[in-house]
């Protein structure tokens, strides 16, 4: 399973980590290392859109357009740990987040491409 956390209400402008932990038979089968992760958010009465995504190694990321130079995303493999910082937040971020992991995964930006979610954490941000 996947939990994430660390969701709030904050201002425009201020910052939030998101991090989210890997546990359960799907990533004692397979070494989370094996899988690639990604954060997805969705908005009242939108879809479900990829946010950043991360492969394997750690080494190889991607940001949709509206976040880049804002968000980082991160891992921690000992951990069984992804991150999403998030600065410079602006209202239209507004949504719940959710991790999403998916083993190999090479390159998988939709949500259709993943297997495992977590529960999702809100965050809002006030103008």
């Known amino acids: 399973q996947l939990q994430a956390s660390g969701g709030g209400l904050v201002q425009a402008g201020c910052s939030l980590i998101l991090p989210c932990a890997a546990s359960g038979r799907a990533f004692s089968s397979h070494s989370f290392s094996s899988y690639t992760m990604a954060w997805f958010r969705q908005a009242p009465g939108k879809e479900r859109d990829v946010v950043a995504a991360i492969s394997m190694s750690g080494g190889s990321t991607y940001y949709t357009d509206s976040v880049k130079g804002r968000f980082t995303i991160s891992r921690d493999n000992a951990q069984n740990t992804v991150y999403l910082q998030m600065n410079s937040l602006k209202p239209e971020d507004t949504a719940v987040y959710y991790c999403?992991?998916?083993?190999?995964?090479?390159?998988?930006?939709?949500?259709?491409?993943?297997?495992?979610w977590g529960q999702g954490t809100l965050v809002t941000v006030s103008s």
């Open positions: 999403a992991a998916e083993l190999n995964g090479l390159g998988a930006k939709r949500a259709t491409e993943y297997s495992y």
